[in-house]
Structure formats: structure tokens, C-alpha cells
């Protein structure tokens, strides 16, 4: 079956413009997770949905970062007035079950780079 | 929170010889310890995790073990290829949904 996908696969912004990242997870997957990494670094948590709500903001850096997810599937994460520090991978899992330990299958990442 | 800490940060073999990638944490309520594999410019995969249960698990060259009271984990790789050439993260889970990852271990693997 298909797996998660991310659009757009690579993005090139100028600072200050706002930024759509989208992620479709697997069908019938009801937790859902944004991560972000770094060059040489590991994965950062940003977001945690379980169904349609975030129950964890914890790992979004500033308030210029939101995201959301509609009908219990597709999500996107939004960067407003990107600065050059947001240039990063942004990589989007989903889960079988939300609220449990089950393996988390990932997205192939939106490479994000903020002139 | 949980800190987790991943060692060594990169990691050159020859061909057929064994590899080994330790991580710590600190929390003691942890209790799922995923592997991930990530190839270069790839998406991360799972290739073998363990939970707090079990002290070894192994699937085919891939092994973990987890030492609960000592708070370290263990992904060792025999008889490696230059497929087998990625970085590994290291993951813990505890009660909830939420993974805390290593920082990665480039691993590289001569013919």
C-alpha cells in the first residue's frame, strides 16, 4: 500500500515568507507526528495529532510554527515569516494507533532552505 | 525529559566485520527502544526495536540488547555489507506516544 508522502519535496524560501508543508499519512493511521532535522543532527519532535487534535505543541519552536490536521488524515505545518535557522528537513511520521507505542512510519521529508 | 545519547557518532568497518551503536537515556519508566536506519537522502526506516520485557532480540545480522538497570541499548550488526552503509538513530519511548531520538551514528562500511 502507498506510504506517507510529503509535498512539496524540496522548498527555497526568502526570509520572511510564510511556508506550507503537507503531509499525507497512511490510510487508517490515526496518530500522526512532525519532526524536524538538522544537517548531522537527529530528529527533533515538533507536533503530536491523535485523530484531529494536538494533545503535544511541546516541540514547536516559536509561535511562528502551527500546524494542523483535517478529517483525521492530511496535515500541514505552517512557518510564518520564515528566518534562515528554519532551513531543515521536515519529516512526517504516522502511526497505526495514537496514544500507544506502535512503529512510526516516515515520510520522505521536505527540505526546506530559507534565503 | 528523557536525554538520550548515542555512541559512537561515526563508525568505519571493513567488510564482514561486526558493528556495534550504544545508546543511554535517562528516564527509568522508558520502555520501547526502536533502531531506525536512514540512508542518504532517504526517509528513516525501522529495522528492529525491543521493548522493556525483553533483554535481546535478533532478526537475521541485526540484534538489540537492553540493559535495563544500567539504562543502555545496544544495536549490533554482524557480518556487515557496504549495503549496511546509513545512519542509525536510536529511539525511546516511554508511557505515551512520544519517541526521543539519538543524535545518529554515521555508519560506513568498506568493501
Known amino acids: 500500500g502507498a506510504g506517507v508522502s510529503q509535498s512539496p519535496s524540496n522548498k527555497v524560501t526568502e526570509k520572511g515568507k510564510d511556508v506550507e508543508l503537507r503531509c499525507d499519512p497512511i490510510?487508517?493511521?490515526?496518530?500522526l507526528y512532525w519532526y524536524r532535522q538538522s544537517l548531522g543532527q537527529g530528529l527533533e519532535f515538533l507536533i503530536y495529532?491523535?485523530?484531529?487534535?494536538?494533545?503535544?505543541k511541546s516541540g514547536l519552536p516559536s509561535d511562528r510554527f502551527s500546524a494542523e490536521r483535517t478529517g483525521g488524515s492530511v496535515s500541514t505545518l505552517t512557518i510564518q515569516r520564515t528566518q534562515q535557522e528554519d532551513s531543515a528537513v521536515y519529516l512526517c511520521?504516522?502511526?497505526?494507533?495514537?496514544?500507544?507505542?506502535?512503529?512510526?512510519?516516515f515520510g520522505p521529508g521536505t527540505r526546506l532552505l530559507v534565503l | 525529559g528523557e536525554n538520550v545519547e548515542q555512541h559512537p557518532s561515526t563508525l568505519s568497518v571493513q567488510e564482514g566485520d561486526s558493528a556495534v551503536i550504544k545508546c543511554t537515556y535517562s528516564d527509568s519508566a522508558s520502555n520501547y527502544f526502536p533502531w531506525y536506519k536512514q540512508e542518504l537522502g532517504k526517509r528513516p526506516q525501522l529495522i528492529i526495536d525491543i521493548r522493556s520485557n525483553v533483554g535481546e532480540k535478533k532478526d537475521q545480522r541485526i540484534a538489540v540488547t537492553l540493559n535495563k538497570t544500567a539504562k543502555h541499548f545496544s544495536l549490533h550488526i554482524t557480518e556487515t555489507q557496504p549495503e549496511d552503509s546509513a545512519v542509525y538513530f536510536c529511539a525511546v519511548g516511554g508511557s505515551n506516544y512520544k519517541l526521543t531520538f539519538g543524535k545518529g551514528t554515521l555508519l560506513t562500511v568498506n568493501p
Open positions: 495529532f491523535q485523530g484531529n487534535s494536538a494533545p503535544d
Open positions: 511520521a504516522s502511526s497505526l494507533v495514537a496514544g500507544t507505542q506502535e512503529t512510526q512510519y
Open positions: 490510510s487508517g493511521h490515526t496518530a
